[in-house]
């Protein structure tokens, strides 16, 4: 392979690798591989047009166009001109799209929908990325700066991924840029000749002699290649060595929040819930969760993720807190007092492979946890977190939980929270601004204690404050957004939560957000199903005695508990709810802790639910046959191109050299035995099949006219198999020379260089002798010329030879020949009609004078 060759082809990987670290951003990844394909047609037009060749900016510029053409063909192509051609419309559409995927990209968590604007900002940014890396490394030979560009595709997925992309995207991003260094470097030494190695070093082993010298021509290459496998292991292990850079620009994006090694360690400061809005408007709902419960009433099943409790004005985030690993026994929730009543529920929930979260979702407050995997215990806010990489895609886990039932009079007649616990969770911002104390004042005018006042509010948002819940909304948190939300009275549950939150601190009340999923919806099997559209975040407000306690302000989501209601629980304390009969009869496959109770377990209840073993049944059903179909052909196109050179000259030299030839073609024409008398190939790209002016052949063989074919199909083989093999053409030479010159160039002896001359000596009678002397065994002699060519090459140029022969050109050039061969009789017929006509015109206009 030629050095241009293998930079072009470390161009199209590299710019390929560096891609892949958009993968996660999107679902489905269908996408890379039409990039695949248009960057791999770029790069295929980039490597014809240098071969022409072209000038280097007319090169690129072919380049940028077919892009523009394939980009319109596959996005707009109602509005291109003949489906193809790029007009005013088809800019129009592109700006339109362009513009939506923007708004999706602002829209949608990742991994976002394929929407045809996001599809048309990773193709044609791929694209772009591709035609610029091989402009720069393979046009202009300067790979160094191309990894500009590289850098720019593996940065965006970095930023957009969330502060991070994984250490993987990362390896292969920076493993193609080296492959593309590396792949120059060996370029340029090789136009410098053969590396010279050293004096051979002598041997102590051996008196006055000598052995091989240490140094060889693969020298540098190899240097050059520890050198950059060193850096790109400093730039990987580095990072994890340091804390201080964990979590950044390699900082993968399914990392957990949890840090540090064995049980203790601490939680970042992030916040998750900028992604909220953006699941919730999902352009189609997600199963993420499945649970069975033994509960009777899931209305109050909130699956609780995390809980922020840290408000600085900017932003609700949940404050930096140590964890540790996870008990047998969680502890008793804090502030949970032994007159408050209530009931042991156990739930099993399965998450789904596409559900990737560092947070497990539990109902709130557990007390038990069974689940396999690393994760540990955040005793402050009672969530479970991640260590490391781990992440709840595809966990199943059993959750024993409380629901805890206070009533109305336990609430309102509760104590002062202790004076630490208060400090903290009633601490606001100074730039809170007034009205958002105002307001808080004025909703609970007349309230006697904490408890009223947080029935107020949350009566007030959801209920008699006009307020309307809409996912369209600007989603902003901080003072600003509070306020403006107030006035707007407009958003989501991002919004009523925060402001509710906020308020009640203004009043002295301990608030908290907590931030999960509502119950979701019953589906077959006695199963609760919990999707994206059920994301949710509810405010916790504290009262000594229940703990932290959930209240429901956002309307229209959820449900309100049944102590902020008119009818409460009777508030005594109450055993654990019966297994639902149904429910426990499902999921034979998975073990259950129902299939080994004994009757005073299940009156204990015990047992527990059975394990939900549907979500493994719904999972994505996978692309459609049609889809998949398409892809596979297309996957064969693509392999089927590299191999498009190769085809086409064997199929070339198989109807030379078969025997059938010889009496099925057309006659060799003056102009094809000119250019072979000059040493040359046929004219018209080769493919002469043999035959001639067909006449019966006697008994001695073949007519002359076949003889004459043949002859000249076998020395078209043997001037393009030493093409192939390095050796172009030389037309200016006679057959005698140019054999004389295949032989010396290419080394060849014996048999391979009689064949050559006995062939160019058949050419010569053909082409000189009154009466030509039919050659025999010509085919022969080519087969044999070659292998003699192809036993003296190199292994790259036996390669170059098989995969990319320089002689396939000449379909190209015959294709163009016939083309024009087309055109002329076609333009020849149209003067002729033409001419006809305005004859036809003229004879009317003379009898109409004469008339």
Request: hydrophobic content about 45%; aromatic content about 6%; glycine content about 12%.
């Given at each position: 392979?030629?050095?241009?060759?293998?930079?072009?082809?470390?161009?199209?990987?590299?710019?390929?690798?560096?891609?892949?670290?958009?993968?996660?951003?999107?679902?489905?990844?269908?996408?890379?591989?039409?990039?695949?394909?248009?960057?791999?047609?770029?790069?295929?037009?980039?490597?014809?047009?240098?071969?022409?060749?072209?000038?280097?900016?007319?090169?690129?510029?072919?380049?940028?166009?077919?892009?523009?053409?394939?980009?319109?063909?596959?996005?707009?192509?109602?509005?291109?001109?003949?489906?193809?051609?790029?007009?005013?419309?088809?800019?129009?559409?592109?700006?339109?799209?362009?513009?939506?995927?923007?708004?999706?990209?602002?829209?949608?968590?990742?991994?976002?929908?394929?929407?045809?604007?996001?599809?048309?900002?990773?193709?044609?940014?791929?694209?772009?990325?591709?035609?610029?890396?091989?402009?720069?490394?393979?046009?202009?030979?300067?790979?160094?700066?191309?990894?500009?560009?590289?850098?720019?595709?593996?940065?965006?997925?970095?930023?957009?991924?969330?502060?991070?992309?994984?250490?993987?995207?990362?390896?292969?991003?920076?493993?193609?840029?080296?492959?593309?260094?590396?792949?120059?470097?060996?370029?340029?030494?090789?136009?410098?000749?053969?590396?010279?190695?050293?004096?051979?070093?002598?041997?102590?082993?051996?008196?006055?002699?000598?052995?091989?010298?240490?140094?060889?021509?693969?020298?540098?290459?190899?240097?050059?290649?520890?050198?950059?496998?060193?850096?790109?292991?400093?730039?990987?292990?580095?990072?994890?060595?340091?804390?201080?850079?964990?979590?950044?620009?390699?900082?993968?994006?399914?990392?957990?929040?949890?840090?540090?090694?064995?049980?203790?360690?601490?939680?970042?400061?992030?916040?998750?819930?900028?992604?909220?809005?953006?699941?919730?408007?999902?352009?189609?709902?997600?199963?993420?969760?499945?649970?069975?419960?033994?509960?009777?009433?899931?209305?109050?099943?909130?699956?609780?993720?995390?809980?922020?409790?840290?408000?600085?004005?900017?932003?609700?985030?949940?404050?930096?807190?140590?964890?540790?690993?996870?008990?047998?026994?969680?502890?008793?929730?804090?502030?949970?007092?032994?007159?408050?009543?209530?009931?042991?529920?156990?739930?099993?929930?399965?998450?789904?492979?596409?559900?990737?979260?560092?947070?497990?979702?539990?109902?709130?407050?557990?007390?038990?946890?069974?689940?396999?995997g690393r994760w540990r215990f955040d005793p402050a806010r009672r969530t479970v977190i991640g260590d490391g990489r781990q992440t709840t895609s595809g966990v199943q886990y059993?959750?024993?939980?409380?629901?805890?039932?206070?009533?109305?009079?336990?609430?309102?007649?509760?104590?002062?929270?202790?004076?630490?616990?208060?400090?903290?969770?009633?601490?606001?911002?100074?730039?809170?601004?007034?009205?958002?104390?105002?307001?808080?004042?004025?909703?609970?005018?007349?309230?006697?204690?904490?408890?009223?006042?947080?029935?107020?509010?949350?009566?007030?948002?959801?209920?008699?404050?006009?307020?309307?819940?809409?996912?369209?909304?600007?989603?902003?948190?901080?003072?600003?957004?509070?306020?403006?939300?107030?006035?707007?009275?407009?958003?989501?549950?991002?919004h009523f939560s925060f402001s509710m939150a906020a308020m009640a601190r203004t009043l002295g009340i301990p608030a908290r957000v907590a931030v999960g999923f509502t119950p979701?919806?019953?589906?077959?099997?006695?199963?609760?199903?919990?999707?994206?559209?059920?994301?949710?975040?509810?405010?916790?407000?504290?009262?000594?005695?229940?703990?932290?306690?959930?209240?429901?302000?956002?309307?229209?989501?959820?449900?309100?508990?049944?102590?902020?209601?008119?009818?409460?629980?009777?508030?005594?304390?109450?055993?654990?709810?019966q297994p639902d009969a149904s429910a426990s009869a499902e999921a034979p496959a998975a073990p259950s802790r129902s299939s080994t109770c004994s009757p005073q377990e299940q009156?204990?209840?015990?047992?527990?639910?059975?394990?939900?073993?549907?979500?493994?049944?719904?999972?994505?059903?996978?692309?459609?046959?049609?889809?998949?179909?398409?892809?596979?052909?297309?996957?064969?196109?693509?392999?089927?191109?590299?191999?498009?050179?190769?085809?086409?000259?064997?199929?070339?030299?198989?109807?030379?050299?078969?025997?059938?030839?010889?009496?099925?073609?057309?006659?060799?024409?003056?102009?094809?035995?000119?250019?072979?008398?000059?040493?040359?190939?046929?004219?018209?790209?080769?493919?002469?099949?043999?035959?001639?002016?067909?006449?019966?052949?006697?008994?001695?063989?073949?007519?002359?006219?076949?003889?004459?074919?043949?002859?000249?199909?076998?020395?078209?083989?043997?001037?393009?198999?030493?093409?192939?093999?390095?050796?172009?053409?030389?037309?200016?030479?006679?057959?005698?020379?140019?054999?004389?010159?295949?032989?010396?160039?290419?080394?060849?002896?014996?048999?391979?260089?009689?064949?050559?001359?006995?062939?160019?000596?058949?050419?010569?009678?053909?082409?000189?002798?009154?009466?030509?002397?039919?050659?025999?065994?010509?085919?022969?002699?080519?087969?044999?010329?070659?292998?003699?060519?192809?036993?003296?090459?190199?292994?790259?140029?036996?390669?170059?030879?098989?995969?990319?022969?320089?002689?396939?050109?000449?379909?190209?050039?015959?294709?163009?020949?016939?083309?024009?061969?087309?055109?002329?009789?076609?333009?020849?017929?149209?003067?002729?009609?033409?001419?006809?006509?305005?004859?036809?015109?003229?004879?009317?206009?003379?009898?109409?004078?004469?008339?």
């Open positions: 392979m030629s050095g241009r060759g293998r930079l072009a082809l470390c161009a199209f990987a590299a710019t390929l690798m560096a891609a892949g670290a958009l993968l996660p951003l999107v679902d489905p990844v269908t996408w890379i591989l039409q990039a695949g394909f248009l960057v791999a047609v770029q790069s295929g037009v980039g490597a014809l047009a240098r071969r022409v060749p072209l000038a280097r900016p007319l090169t690129v510029a072919v380049q940028a166009l077919v892009a523009l053409l394939m980009l319109t063909l596959l996005f707009a192509r109602e509005e291109a001109l003949i489906g193809l051609l790029p007009g005013p419309d088809a800019f129009v559409r592109f700006g339109e799209l362009l513009s939506s995927g923007g708004e999706d990209v602002g829209r949608y968590a990742i991994p976002a929908p394929a929407t045809d604007g996001i599809r048309l900002m990773l193709v044609g940014g791929v694209l772009l990325i591709g035609l610029a890396v091989d402009a720069l490394a393979v046009t202009y030979r300067s790979a160094a700066p191309a990894g500009l560009p590289l850098l720019a595709l593996y940065s965006v997925a970095a930023g957009l991924s969330g502060g991070g992309a994984s250490w993987l995207w990362f390896l292969l991003a920076a493993t193609g840029y080296l492959l593309l260094l590396l792949a120059e470097g060996r370029d340029r030494l090789s136009q410098w000749g053969r590396v010279f190695g050293g004096a051979p070093r002598t041997t102590s082993r051996a008196a006055g002699g000598f052995e091989a010298g240490g140094s060889s021509a693969q020298a540098p290459a190899r240097a050059g290649r520890r050198i950059g496998v060193l850096a790109l292991g400093i730039a990987l292990a580095v990072p994890a060595a340091l804390p201080a850079l964990d979590g950044g620009l390699l900082g993968g994006p399914g990392n957990g929040p949890g840090g540090g090694a064995g049980g203790g360690g601490t939680i970042d400061a992030v916040n998750p819930v900028v992604t909220l809005q953006d699941t919730l408007n999902q352009p189609e709902a997600r199963e993420w969760l499945k649970y069975k419960t033994n509960a009777d009433d899931t209305s109050d099943m909130y699956l609780r993720i995390m809980a922020l409790d840290q408000f600085d004005g900017g932003s609700w985030k949940f404050s930096v807190r140590p964890v540790t690993g996870i008990p047998d026994e969680l502890p008793r929730p804090d502030g949970l007092g032994d007159g408050i009543g209530t009931t042991e529920v156990r739930t099993n929930i399965s998450a789904a492979g596409s559900y990737r979260q560092g947070w497990l979702p539990m109902p709130y407050p557990a007390t038990r946890l069974d689940i396999e059993s959750v024993t939980s409380l629901q805890v039932n206070p009533t109305r009079e336990q609430l309102a007649q509760a104590p002062k929270a202790p004076a630490s616990l208060l400090k903290e969770y009633t601490r606001v911002p100074d730039s809170l601004p007034a009205d958002v104390r105002a307001a808080a004042a004025q909703v609970t005018k007349g309230a006697a204690n904490d408890y009223e006042r947080a029935v107020k509010l949350q009566d007030w948002f959801a209920v008699r404050g006009g307020f309307t819940y809409s996912t369209q909304v600007e989603s902003g948190g901080g003072v600003e957004g509070i306020s403006r939300f107030l006035k707007a009275k407009e958003g989501f549950c991002v979701g919806a019953p589906v077959a099997g006695g199963a609760m199903s919990v999707s994206n559209r059920d994301a949710h975040a509810w405010p916790e407000l504290y009262f000594e005695g229940a703990g932290w306690t959930r209240f429901e302000p956002t309307p229209t989501r959820g449900s309100a508990p049944d102590y902020t209601q008119a009818q409460a629980p009777s508030g005594a304390p109450t055993g654990a709810v009156a204990l209840g015990e047992c527990g639910a059975d394990a939900p073993q549907d979500v493994l049944q719904t999972a994505d059903q996978g692309p459609s046959f049609g889809t998949i179909l398409l892809w596979t052909l297309t996957g064969l196109g693509l392999l089927l191109v590299p191999l498009l050179p190769m085809l086409l000259r064997l199929r070339v030299r198989t109807r030379r050299l078969s025997s059938d030839a010889h009496v099925r073609g057309k006659g060799a024409s003056a102009r094809e035995k000119a250019a072979a008398g000059r040493g040359g190939a046929a004219p018209d790209g080769g493919l002469v099949e043999g035959g001639g002016a067909w006449a019966p052949a006697d008994a001695g063989g073949y007519a002359p006219g076949e003889a004459s074919a043949r002859t000249l199909a076998a020395w078209y083989e043997i001037s393009d198999s030493a093409w192939d093999h390095g050796i172009p053409p030389d037309e200016s030479q006679t057959p005698r020379k140019a054999a004389a010159r295949i032989v010396r160039l290419g080394r060849l002896e014996g048999a391979p260089a009689d064949s050559v001359h006995r062939v160019a000596q058949a050419l010569e009678q053909v082409l000189y002798a009154p009466e030509p002397r039919p050659g025999a065994g010509l085919a022969e002699d080519a087969r044999r010329v070659r292998a003699g060519l192809s036993a003296q090459a190199s292994r790259g140029t036996r390669l170059r030879a098989l995969l990319l022969p320089p002689s396939s050109v000449r379909v190209v050039w015959a294709l163009a020949a016939r083309w024009n061969a087309t055109t002329d009789r076609w333009a020849t017929a149209r003067d002729r009609a033409v001419a006809l006509v305005a004859a036809q015109l003229r004879r009317l206009s003379r009898q109409r004078g004469q008339g």
